[in-house]
């Protein structure tokens, strides 16, 4: 039931996407007076799982078999669909090759320009429907727990994050993001009573893109349950209790008692507890026989349950602000990630996806907060993707309109059908690395 769900948001996510998408190509040549010939969502060669004309319409709308992207076909155009016979007949006024340079454009970049309209009106909506709620980094009090990555960087457990190369992250958990997006040089960190400047090298970059679990919150280990039928449960530890000494050693943090409770597996440990009972503080001292595989059964309270989650509303009006800039801050992340991409020392390539990992990216649950999230970050995807200058993309058409709007020469119709070829080369080969990546990630690692 749970992958029926994912699916289920992945096609109705990704269907709006393309429908929206190819609507606002659509709408800029009808606007001109272009005709379209086809509007379809998903590929049909060959054949067609739905088709329909309205009556006195010139466009054909309907439903691919191919469940990858879709399309319109565009009068008097060179578009994917290579058709060149239409090219040798006499110039019609309602085809697109007939128009100026300027509508030509505003056709092209309809789509992309759909796709950010999308996730602008999607942010304001979530502003307003649900706010922002996010745990802000001035409450994170007992600094963060980092990975052995993060450790030879320089960073200690304990460390609270002041700055990124000065800036100051409201979102606690933004602060990872911003610091691997931006390729950050260095981070300002309270350590006791200290500002410590950490400087990143270039070298760690590689690593950081796959180390999602460079740093954490740190906890202080209050007990969330005992599993039943476990040591901590036959202990005696009741929900609510917090550990405070470990074998007579005071320790707090629930990253310190893992590694202890690593290296005291299979013995029986003293552990500490301090318990409200009526009100007051006890403390209490319990063995705990610790299993071979250094656990006790034991569950962490949830962030939220000791960090305040901060909660900020909107009215619609407030809300519209807020949609606009995280649109441009979305558009603005996502183009510095398509650039690490293509910048082979970051080997950010390497994390690229396919159909598999974006599917994934949906919840086994159903949230229409988390759906419209997903679906607005999608947008932001598809526009800026679609807006690289590689043929057969809008942004190649765009390229080729700027080059014709500059010279005042078109491209001859032999160099556009060589041009779309090229093209298509370029992204079957990309989408054969990005979805062979998901599947050396399924099988292999």
């Known amino acids: 039931m ?44 060959w054949f067609s799982l739905f088709k329909f004309r309205p009556k006195n319409s010139h466009t054909e709308y309907g439903i691919g078999w191919v469940p990858f992207g879709g399309y319109v076909k565009i009068a008097g155009m060179i578009d994917e669909s290579m058709d060149t016979e239409q090219m040798k007949q006499p110039v019609q006024p309602w085809e697109f090759r007939a128009k100026p340079a300027w509508q030509r454009l505003l056709v092209m970049v309809g789509g992309v320009l759909m796709n950010v309209v999308l996730a602008f009106a999607i942010y304001i909506g979530m502003s307003y429907t649900w706010g922002d709620t996010y745990f802000a980094s001035s409450d994170i009090r007992y600094g963060y727990v980092y990975n052995d990555l993060g450790h030879e960087i320089g960073f200690r457990d304990g460390d609270r994050v002041l700055s990124v190369e000065g800036e100051v992250i409201e979102d606690a958990l933004q602060i990872f993001p911003a610091i691997v997006i931006n390729q950050a040089r260095h981070v300002d960190v309270q350590r006791g009573d200290s500002v410590v400047r950490i400087t990143i090298g270039e070298e760690y970059l590689p ?28 202990a005696g530890l009741l929900p609510g209790d917090t550990l405070v ?63 305040p989650l901060q909660t900020r509303d909107y009215t619609f009006w407030e809300a519209i602000p807020v949609g606009f800039h995280r649109t441009g801050a979305e558009l603005s992340n996502y183009w510095k ?13 390497k994390s690229l996806g396919g159909v598999i990992a974006i599917g994934n990216i949906f919840p086994e649950y159903w949230s229409w907060e988390v759906f419209w999230k997903i679906t607005a970050f999608l947008s932001i ?38 041009a779309q070829t090229v093209g298509m080369i370029i992204l079957f080969a990309l989408l054969l690395f990005a979805n062979g990546n998901d599947i050396y990630r399924f099988f292999i690692k």
Do not use: C, W
């Open 2 to 45: 749970e992958i029926a769900i994912k699916i289920l948001q992945f096609v109705l996510s990704f269907s709006l996407l393309v429908l929206i998408h190819e609507f606002g190509h659509f709408i800029f040549a009808r606007m001109f007076g272009i005709r379209v010939e086809k509007f379809y969502l998903f590929f049909n060669p």
């Open 207 to 234: 690593r950081l893109l796959n180390s999602p679990d460079f740093m954490m919150p740190r906890m202080p280990f209050v007990v969330a349950y005992a599993e039943k039928g476990m040591p901590a449960a036959e």
């Open 245 to 307: 000494a470990f074998n007579g050693e005071p320790m707090r943090y629930f990253d310190q008692y893992q590694k202890a409770l690593a290296a005291a597996s299979g013995q029986t440990a003293d552990i500490t507890v301090v318990r409200e009972v009526d009100g007051a503080p006890v403390t209490l001292s319990l063995p705990v026989k610790v299993s071979d595989a250094g656990k006790i059964g034991a569950a962490l309270v949830p962030l939220q349950n000791l960090i």
């Open 337 to 349: 990630q398509v650039k690490m991409i293509f910048s082979p020392k970051t080997e950010a390539y």
């Open 381 to 418: 995807v598809l526009a800026v993707m679609n807006i690289l200058p590689i043929p057969v993309l809008d942004g190649g058409h765009v390229m080729f309109l700027l080059y014709e709007v500059v010279t005042r020469r078109k491209p001859s119709d032999r160099f556009m059908t060589q």
